[in-house]
C-alpha cells in the first residue's frame, strides 16, 4: 500500500493544523476580553452598554480570522469522512476461507506489534483489516492481519504509521514462506 504514507501525513497534518487553529482562537477570544476589560469605573449605564458592545466587536474581529480558518479545516475533515465512507467495502466481514488462510499464513501467530518492533506472541484469534474498513479499507487477504483479541481491540480503527507497516512487512519476511508477498494493506477506490 504505497500511498499509505501520503494518507498518514496528511491526516497527521489536518488534526496538528485544527489544534493550532484551537489555540489561535482561544489566545484571540482571551486577549480581545482582555483589551477591554477596563472600563471606566462610575460610569454611567449608557457607558457600560458602550463598553459591552465595544467588547462584543472586538471580539468579533480578532476572532474572525482563526475562526475561518477552523471552518475551512472542517469542511476539509468532513470532504474526507464523506470520501472514507463512500470507498467503504459492501463486505464488512472477512469470509471464513480468508480467515482461515490469513491466520494459516501467519501460523496462527498474531502478527502485531508488542512493542519494541517485536512480533506479539498470542494466538490469534481475529482478522484484522490492517487499513482499517470505516476508513475505506477492503476486506481482501492482502489487507489481512492476523491478530489476538487483545490487540485487535487496541489497535482499533486507526490508520497504521509508514513505520507501523514497514516493521510489519519486515517481520513478515521471517515467516512468511518466499512464494507469498509480505505486502500489506489495501484501500477500495472511489465509486
Ligand atoms: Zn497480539
Not at 496528511?10 to 482571551?30: C, D, E, F, K, N
Not at 519486515?170 to 472511489?190: A, F, N, T
Amino acid at each position: 500500500m504505497p500511498e499509505l504514507g501520503r494518507i498518514y501525513w496528511t491526516r497527521q497534518g489536518l488534526r496538528l493544523a485544527y489544534s493550532a487553529v484551537m489555540v489561535w482562537l482561544a489566545v484571540a477570544v482571551m486577549s480581545a476580553l482582555m483589551a477591554k476589560a477596563t472600563p471606566a469605573v462610575g460610569a454611567g449605564p449608557s457607558a457600560a452598554a458602550g463598553v459591552l458592545s465595544g467588547m462584543v466587536e472586538n471580539v468579533v474581529a480578532t476572532v474572525a480570522l482563526p475562526g475561518v480558518a477552523a471552518v475551512v479545516l472542517g469542511i476539509a475533515a468532513a470532504v474526507i469522512t464523506g470520501r472514507d465512507v463512500r470507498r467503504r467495502d459492501p463486505v464488512r466481514r472477512f469470509t471464513r476461507q480468508q480467515r482461515r488462510e490469513g491466520i494459516a499464513r501467519s501460523g496462527g501467530q498474531c502478527e502485531m506489534e508488542a512493542g519494541f518492533g517485536r512480533r506479539c506472541s498470542r494466538p490469534a484469534e481475529h482478522g484484522d483489516h490492517f487499513y482499517p474498513w470505516s476508513k475505506g479499507g477492503s476486506t481482501s487477504i492482502q489487507n489481512f492481519v492476523a491478530a489476538c483479541a487483545r490487540c485487535n481491540r487496541a489497535k482499533g480503527a486507526k490508520i497504521p504509521s509508514p513505520g507501523q507497516q514497514e516493521r510489519l512487512e519486515r517481520r513478515r519476511r521471517d515467516y512468511l514462506p518466499p512464494s507469498s508477498s509480505v505486502s500489506v494493506g489495501e484501500r477500495q477506490s472511489l465509486p
